[in-house]
């Protein structure tokens, strides 16, 4: 079992940058597959990005490729996500979200077990 609490989120400007954070509990954290998803406002909850249980691997959906990067590290539980060049569709709910298995290719929320509450990231023109 894995229990994850996302933090970092707020309210800034298009063109800056932010990092969240997943923390997790549980000593397996370094086992599973971590990813984002997001939520827009009327919108159904998407793929950001994922890492693979040790780093080594990572998959980004297009519209944050080159300006988002995840990773984590296992001795501190937890994961992030740096974002960098925000714009107002990046706007949203974002959820951390971990599953068993060493696919990262995986963009589809119900093949992820673990789920936080969510951080809001709130980007302004």
């Known amino acids: 079992q894995v229990q994850l609490v996302e933090s970092g989120g707020g309210l800034v400007q298009a063109g800056d940058s932010l990092r969240l954070s997943c923390t997790a509990s549980g000593r397996t954290f370094g086992t599973y597959v971590m990813a984002w998803f997001r939520q827009a406002p009327g919108k159904a909850r998407e793929f950001v990005a994922a890492?693979?249980?040790?780093?080594?691997?990572?998959y980004y959906t297009d519209s944050v490729k080159g300006r988002f990067t995840i990773s984590r590290d296992n001795a501190k539980n937890t994961g992030y996500l740096q974002m960098s060049s925000l714009k107002p569709d990046d706007t949203g709910v974002y959820y951390c979200?971990?599953?068993?298995?060493?696919?990262?290719?995986?963009?589809?929320?119900?093949?992820?077990?673990?789920w936080g509450r969510g951080t809001q990231v709130t980007v302004s023109s």
């Open positions: 890492i693979s249980w040790n780093g080594g691997g990572t």
């Open positions: 979200a971990a599953k068993i298995g060493v696919a990262i290719f995986v963009v589809r929320e119900n093949d992820y077990s673990y």
